[in-house]
């Protein structure tokens, strides 16, 4: 094991993730897990999954616990990164699966988030044209949201091309558990089983302005987004329907080659068969993103579809991957491709 | 009890859940029950939540079996309707389920059914301008479809008043009872839990001209529909989410206005207190559509999202909504508005 | 309408679900709906699936806002019935959904809950021998546990018939509205979905003294019962298997008559014809349950599983059924007997 | 990669779960995967989850195709083992998946199969006393059923110990994955989602004798097993609630002491800390087996409890647990011992 690894946030979802991720890396070592409340507890009360590190005892999030790591991971609420990051020297690569430093424009932040902006790091989508060569060097990674992470994956090859008009509509399922482990009454499996909603409607929902980040950027214009989560009766998963007007004389064909090219050298995004259109169960656990893309002739539209696991690739999966980049190992090590299905 | 009715596809989940309304109906009794394959099984054996019908032995489908009623609801597969229904007398109302006489242009249905158009009848959504008074003298009904009648609610206001661009986008995420009783390895429990998939993209499922028809109609100009459903792991409802772009000038509370007028006086169709959104548990085993509707300025669109349950409202409550209205019995006669929840 | 009931706990998922019933019951008419922190909030707000109460505002929970009604079911928390049942005259039928009034033994009360015993009320079990005589006289009603309903229904034609030995074990499976509608990490639908767990085993849940009582009662003599209960993901539904070994010389036709003439009469209950097993959707919404009986010659063991919905007949509609012997109605009066499934 | 394996079955769930598990494994490398009616088809058009074998062809189930592997997993439907194995030479390790070679009693194999009884292998369950000196020199290996796996593991160490009378009661709750991908009409997921139910009750279940067969082993003296399998609505899982009656004098320490002695020395097998109950999700994906024991005084019982994922430790990571053994690599190598959660 050539690296050690602190995570901060070990209780939640997300810093669950990434120990279990971890566990199955060969070349990075677990360290501090930290957490808030549950400070001082067994991991195997909270994490009662991870077998191996069941009696761990979770210390306290601070600059200290975190200290003397290769890597942190930071999987903490909206607006706490900044200050643990700042602690940290440049000797550590800090991964942020949280919001902070995701955003590029401070009104945008503050409009959606409500405090100061906090800053910017690279975003952590190596798929994104030019994002693998700037993670390499990066200290600082800004993990992508989970919903942009599926819907950005289905949309920017279209965008790149420039194959479709700038107006795209994005409809994405998710499961329960990106809304995190605090116990609120709509999550309740009562409520959630037997049952889809949707939330955040009309564009409030803070993922709104990374879509229109990512895509406006591939895209070399303003994309505006329009945006919509359906919570879905599924505890992991995200299928992001996207859609856009296609450019006068584009064909199908053109835009299966520009899919193809997209995604002919990746990894962890696979362009499914013409006809099959991917489940989210084909991704359980694994840092896989499939894609399918379709015309629709008769609305003059592209539909794209992207299914990931959103705590795999859309958050903990994503943030190893990029801490492979920035650490120089291969981009895979340690990644699951073959998900858990049925 | 004023009428019998007879219901074809008894041992399906549109008819069983045709028997279960007629079951709570204080004026029509059930008569004959058929089916083709279950011909001969006791009602116990296939609908063994519906205690009242146990030892009903299940007839055939013919014209005999069904003959002698006030009412004879069709839930047979698409294709089959045309010929039962024409050996039905004048004196019969019946209600077809089936897709056989939705569409009025013959050559959508030759397109996405491939078979030769069988006709058209009034259209059963009530809640359409003039719908209700066509229903009140049909002795022929078209149920619409599940989808249809979930997304032509939640944008039919914003067209009627001219409120929006003729360019609409529908993603709706839908229970596995919707595709029916006949086993498919797709629609295995195991495939199914746990999972969130797309089907139909880029436009060919064969709602899609319906959905088309019904938004055209209330605009006065043609509207191009993109739809793509998605299916999610529960039995029942469906969630539409709906978007449009508004025309110009057009303001948040013109939207709601137009959304208030359309519904104040609709008895099932019930328009959410602002900034709450519907979830298809608020509707299980009801007749009932929840709709919300909001305005994203950024992306210049009208977003509408409606909920319900495929089978009630969606099929075997819409039907009983419209055989009401035939008979000329109160639209609400015996169909349930509160929800089973959680 | 003959009778007004107000519900103490309306914004709980028992009290919601005796507000549905009371809505579809042609005698009784809903009075005030009352609650604790949700006091002052609709009723549209917690229970939106009640749509013709949505404009109902609840009101504190107080023997004034119950006062002046016929009936009065309470369904809150263990310990607060008795406080608001004493400041309600005997003109008021009670009709108490928590456990407060159930046991009869001060000492399993207080050895099971920790609080001072309050009291015993006739037991709201009808099919019991005996008690729906009882009932009709009461003025005060203790509701069944949603287990004990289960699994004595399951169990006591063996027992009053004298075909078991008093040694009884019963392995329950609930969905998860029956741990209520308080947020708590365990039954947050990312951890209930895709997961079964076992709890209060070992004979500590609070239902075990319930069981032992009622079988018991009806076969003369102690019986010991280890009670297991499994919380599965689903949000409604109780399927208990219940098993204790066969008498000696006693025959599978036996056993079979034994539970033929139990349920004969039973408006309610119905044992499947053999070789048919109780799935909990064939109760859902319905206050039906379903029983099935087999001998196991190899083991010495009866077997018997009994489906219930929770909150229906394992509780709301127990509750009514109950109440309208009590109020001189017929039994059935308002209660549904078909599920809603798929 | 020191070896290579063949999968027979491979499109069915339990051949899917050990390709997965190959996919992981250091030292074996996946060789022909076969099929009956699905050879000829890519692996990605039926387990779409393995993407590293999308592209794979599958081949017919013949001793051509299975030949020149070390080992073949054979994931056949029962009774189709025998003839298979016996065209493949000693020199290859040959892991039964199904039942074919179980049981020793070839009476209980045919009152339960109805066919004649094909022999008997090493059984693959390395935790039962002396199993896994056995397993290391054997050519041929009997991979237990899903349920006798989760109730032995709950239950051997009390018979092992002396500690219970020879009745033992099992009750487990299964996901659906456990009745394979033949699509049946109760296992569509809108029959199973929002369902439990009892089958095979009566002691008619076939995993019935295999149950008996490895209790009464460890006890020295028949055991007899009242067993009901209950499906539940979720893909993965088995809930193994097992209780027998504690012999005179022991007590709860006693208990404890025998499972931690059981359990000590187990990589997969893990008792949890007092008062703590399994989930299955604690153990999704995963080669662990949770186990918690309870003494119930008050009925003169010990309570057992086990989760397992049925196609994991349940079946396919045994069957690698057990070959690994055979192939004289040590036990763990390639099994994961943190499961997927939520």
Redesign the interface.
Known sequence: MGYTAAVAGASG?AG?EVL?LL??HPEIEVGAATAGGNAGNRL??V??????L?DRVLQETTADSLAGHDLVFLALPHGRSAAVAEQLGDGTVVVDCGADFRLADPAAWESFYGTPHAGTWPYGLPELPGARERLRTARRIAVPGCYPTAGTLALFPAFAAGLAEP?A?I?A?S???G?G?A???H?????????????G???THRH?PEFAQNLSAVAGAPV???F?P?L??????I?A?C?A?LRPGVTAAAVRDAYQSAFAAEPFV?L??EG???????????N?A?V?V????????L?A?A?IDNLTKGTAGGAVQSANLALGLPETTGL???????
């Open positions: 979802y669950g279990r566990l199955g195997g009360e994490q009662p999954h991870l077998l191996p069941a107006d509509v409809v399922a499961g329960t558990s809304a482990k116990p609120k009454p999550l309740l499996g009562s409520e959630v089983m037997g049952s889809a909603t949707a939330y409607v009309g564009g709104t505006t987004v329009s919509t359906v879905v009766p599924m505890a992991r998963g299928l329907t859609t007007p696979h499914l068969p099959t259109w991917p489940a989210t169960s084909m991704t359980l656990g694994a896989t499939l399918q379709a015309v629709d002739e008769a609305a003059g539209r539909v579809v299914a699951p491709v073959s998900a858990v299905a049925p």
